[in-house]
């Protein structure tokens, strides 16, 4: 009898996932921006010796209510709930303008109410900032943990040749917190019958049109969009599928910030390499230059801790300075703590030349997982990326960004291949894309195509998010 039930009750939560998944997030938000704004006032009850005055708790509690009801409508307006289809970095866009335009409106709605002395200046800013803050970090947080469940997820049906549908399935299930899960897939020329793993397949048109109306799909994905879009019979899914995905297999540029033009009836594709914009760069340089000497500011008694057990560690410098490509090929020198013992580039090539497996793994990943050349403080310093802390100097000098493509070595210029057209434009980053996102074991072929991911795709927006997520993987341990 229980089993009915559960299965019942799986149904109706699969059936009503979107309205189940804009509940947990708004439980969220509304937690988060309490939160937020209740620390704020308690971090100015504890500054009162100080700052002097006193904190107005009943108009806090107020203004709270009004503030969360204020951001819940203008990210349900902004499509955040569910957000579905939305990347890490839109979703921090939109997080900013909802909570901003909450401040505002809380702002104008405390003046009418002439309250606007009442409430603290104080409170008000940290609000502003703690809950754009946590409502970010919870968000990436929940979607990362719940996109692993059944529920969370809107179904699409996938629609082309085989050959292209398994790749852009394959997409779909490794980028779950998008929330499209793939459910069908049906080829409309029949050339390959042969099922695609963990996905439907189905055989023709009304096979299709039936399952879409029993699963109550809303989303098709063309992944062979010029052939499909010229074919008459597809007309009808347009009265059944109100939500049609277009992929463009071959898109040479950018695709995050990619925004459209009607050209009388013509789609027109816009986008732009921000990177290699003047302005851009010199907006990237100020605030990588403000970071990193707030950093080193911080940082300072660590590099003093670091170089003493280096020291006592083992015989050489403190400091490796290695050549590295730069910014148009120059080359520079990167600076950072010593992890291996003297001689290591020596003793590389004699590893190499009598060790098969190790040759086959460097030429493979361009790094060692168990390389005899580190010191026991330099496997601490490499698995903690602390290492690489002297490269604050590289940006200050302007050898480097803080964020940006990994630093290559001149040796390595062959393999780069073409990729070095676009990347070698701009500096080098102590951190980037590829190194937060868990792509230690990636092949060489791969860290070049994420670089180029970073520069064809990047804004102010995924700095940010890199930065976020470089606190994790060095928290974690798991290195960059």
Do not use: C
């Not at 839109?90 to 002439?114: D, P």
């Not at 082309?160 to 490794?174: A, F, Q, V």
């Not at 990729?419 to 980053?429: F, Q, R, S, T």
């Amino acid at each position: 009898m229980n089993a009915p039930k559960k299965k019942n009750i799986t149904n109706i939560l699969l059936g009503n996932r979107s309205q189940l998944v804009n509940i947990v997030l708004i439980i969220l938000d509304i937690l988060t921006i309490s939160t937020a704004a209740l620390l704020s006032a308690l971090i100015r009850y504890a500054l009162t010796p100080i700052m002097g005055g006193e904190v107005n708790w009943p108009l806090i509690v107020n203004g709270l209510i009004f503030f969360v009801i204020f951001n819940v409508l203008m990210a349900w307006t902004t499509g955040l709930y569910p957000g579905f289809g939305l990347a890490s970095v839109q979703e921090m866009q939109k997080v900013l303008y909802s909570v901003t335009i909450s401040s505002i409106f809380l702002g104008v709605f405390l003046f009418l109410q002439q309250l606007g002395l009442a409430y603290s200046r104080f409170i008000f800013v940290l609000t502003w900032f703690l809950s754009v803050l946590f409502m970010m970090l919870g968000r990436f947080a929940l979607r990362n943990r719940f996109s692993k469940f059944s529920w969370w997820g809107i179904p699409v049906v996938v629609v082309g040749s085989r050959n292209s549908s398994t790749l852009i399935i394959k997409k779909l299930l490794e980028n779950r917190r998008l929330g499209f899960r793939p459910v069908l897939f049906f080829d409309p020329d029949h050339h390959n019958h042969q099922p695609i793993p963990e996905i439907d397949s189905v055989g023709d048109i009304d096979e299709l049109r039936e399952k879409v109306k029993v699963i109550d799909i809303k989303h098709m994905l063309f992944t062979d969009p010029n052939d499909l879009m010229l074919s008459s019979n597809f007309h009808w899914m347009r009265d059944i599928i109100p939500n049609i995905l277009f992929v463009l297999n071959s898109s040479p540029f950018g695709s995050l910030w990619v925004s459209t033009i009607d050209l009388h009836g013509t789609l027109v594709v816009e986008t732009n390499y921000h990177l290699l914009n003047k302005r851009e760069r010199f907006i990237k340089r100020i605030v990588d230059l403000f970071l990193t000497l707030l950093l080193l500011l911080i940082s300072w008694p660590l590099f003093l801790i670091l170089t003493l057990l280096i020291k006592l560690d083992s015989k050489g410098p403190v400091l490796y300075a290695q050549k590295r490509l730069g910014q148009n090929g120059t080359t520079f020198n990167s600076l950072k703590f010593r992890t291996m013992y003297l001689n290591a580039e020596e003793k590389l090539v004699e590893l190499l030349d009598s060790d098969p497996q190790a040759a086959k793994e460097y030429h493979l990943y361009h790094k060692l997982a168990n390389d005899p050349r580190v010191t026991k403080t330099g496997k601490f310093l490499r698995r903690y990326s602390l290492d690489e802390l002297p490269q604050l100097i590289n940006v200050v000098k302007g050898d480097m960004n803080l964020i940006g493509p990994r630093s290559y070595l001149p040796r390595e210029l062959p393999a780069i291949g073409d990729y070095a057209n676009i990347i070698l434009k701009v500096k080098p980053g102590l951190t980037g894309w590829w190194q937060v996102m868990g792509r230690n074991a990636t092949t060489f072929e791969e860290r070049l195509q994420l670089d180029e991911y970073y520069i064809s795709n990047w804004s102010i927006w995924l700095d940010i998010f890199i930065a976020i997520k470089t606190i994790w993987v060095l928290i974690s341990g798991q290195g960059l």
